[in-house]
């Protein structure tokens, strides 16, 4: 192995390219770390593309340079590119089919809930509208009072909380005989039919709990001395206490979402089905 | 580029194989790493409790972090420089000083996490903190692999060959290519990283 072999190897750049590149990365970092100082929320959306391209120039640069492609066999380019797509792909599916994007291919397929969590209360409203869930006089909702700062989690955070705070402060007195039509609003709203399949709601598909359909026949015989409304009580505020065989214990306590009124108005439905 | 192969056999591509290998290895990282980088996108802004990314992220710190994995990546290519230039010194001076580098990264990242931990963020905090962790833990990991290589790219150079009369000895250049690409890898990894993860927190 004489120097001769390797000095001839050794294409490309030379540590003044080398040093150059290094500086670019340098100031370009420097100048992208300026959004953690500077207020940039009146151009969100350019900032953030902005970053997201520079990012994929210093990306270029490092890979073209400190590792050679530019002046390398371009099969270590193709290679390395295909990883590349393969996981950008992976990312936009799994973005579609997640938290779909209107106009796009998934965006039909939403539930009202999922709607409610990355859109906010307005939007999953308008959407269950459109999917004839509700009428456009529309029923009550669980209580945001979450300043704009906060993040839609936070805001999710707030409203749970806040619902069961007025769960707990309410006397213990019986609301209103619960509203069928009302209760099938709140099954929807909360996306219990991504678990549980329902015949007449649409939607309500999953399979990851049991089937609702002939529910009121079977309520008051799965667990012996309790009744078809107690059981039913317990599987919203304790589902964990009896699970049906054959299914994973993964409910989870849903009666602090919603008001009293609406938790009467979920059981009279659910003593429809 | 034919050069390269010769001087390390005959390969069937006419690309030395370790080199098409390490490509390959990466190809498939960048998918490990997208899908966990999805996972931490689409979970953004959907936990529950807190503590929240702005309320632990210490945004001054990470850039000084950045800072310091991207000049390593700077000193590595030096470090391939001077293997190819068959310079002892240099050699062992830049692939030590990358490996440093790698290590104050390192130490930048577990400040972080116990400060993030004493913040009341763990792994199973919400799906911020399983996400974030996993996602830069990982990252982290792949970092730690990469320290132990170079040190022991560096100690190796402590051994006798007839190269170095005085002894010392520079491994052969294609090996520190391709530690070099790996190491350029994970520093390309944090680029997205820091960006995707940190600065996009700040702006949305």
Known sequence: MSSDTHAAEHSGASVRTYSWVAVFLAIVTAVEVVVLFVDVSAWKTLVLWSLYIIMAVKFAYVAAYFMHLLYDDKWYTILFNIGLVIALGT???????IDPIDGL?????RSVESVEVFRGEEAARAYAIELGLETAVAAEAPVPAAADTESPGEQLADAQVAAAAAAVDEAPTPAAGGDPEAGARVFTQLGCGSCHVVADLPGAVGTIGPKLDGLAAIAGQRVPGQDADAYLRES?????????DGYMKVMP??????????????IAFLKTL | MAQQAQAHGHSV????NKKLMMWAFLASDCMFFGSLLSTYLLYRGRA????YPLDVFDAEITTVSTFVLLMSSFLMVLALHAAQERKIKPFRLFTGLTAAFGLVFLSFQVYEFNHFINEGLKLGTSVFGSSFYVLTGTHGVHVAIGVLWLLSLLA????????????GRIPDPLDVEVAGLYWHFVDVVW????TVVYLAEYVF
Request: hydrophobic content about 40%; aromatic content about 14%; cysteine-free.
């Open chain 2, 48 to 51: 529950i409790v807190g503590p």
């Open chain 1, 236 to 244: 919203i505020a304790d589902p964990n206490a009896f699970v049906v």
């Open chain 2, 156 to 167: 190796w150079s402590y051994g006798k060959s007839p190269e170095f009369p005085e002894g």
């Open chain 1, 105 to 109: 291919p998934g965006s039909k397929y």
């Open chain 1, 253 to 266: 306590p849903m009666r602090g979402a919603m008001s009293d009124q609406q938790f009467e108005d979920l």
């Open chain 2, 13 to 16: 591509t006419g690309m030395p």
């Open chain 2, 191 to 194: 680029i997205i990283l820091f």
């Open chain 1, 91 to 97: 990312y936009v599916a799994l973005r579609l089919m």
